[in-house]
């Protein structure tokens, strides 16, 4: 079974930083894109950034300069380290991943609570 598995999540102070971390396992063929949507209340789920296998990252302008991704592709895992975090960045955070099994598809993981309340 594949499974994506967030951590990281939780109450932050307006600037203040936090990191998530995303792992992939299961019987995976090949990761080729791995990355982080978020979604408000209210609002529809949406695109923070991604990152290819290749290390091409995609970033919503939103989050441009605070937000960094890394990955490590030898262990299936992905970061998101976020600073200088507003009111407007709480959400729930989804890890992604579109992974070869079987064949190529889309993963999404259970989602972990990012709060920027003072």
């Known amino acids: 079974q594949v499974q994506l598995v967030e951590s990281g999540g939780g109450l932050v102070q307006p600037g203040g930083s936090l990191t998530l971390s995303c792992a992939a396992s299961g019987s995976i063929f090949s990761i080729e894109v791995m990355g982080w949507y978020r979604q408000a209340p209210g609002k529809l789920r949406e695109l923070v950034v991604v990152i290819t296998r290749g290390g091409f990252t995609n970033y919503a302008d939103s989050v441009k300069g605070r937000f960094t991704i890394s990955s490590v592709n030898a262990k299936n895992t992905v970061y998101l380290h976020m600073n200088n975090l507003k009111p407007e960045d709480t959400a729930v955070y989804y890890c992604?991943?579109?992974?070869?099994?079987?064949?190529?598809?889309?993963?999404w993981g259970q989602g972990t609570q990012v709060t920027v309340s003072s």
């Open positions: 992604y991943a579109r992974m070869v099994v079987a064949a190529s598809n889309d993963y």
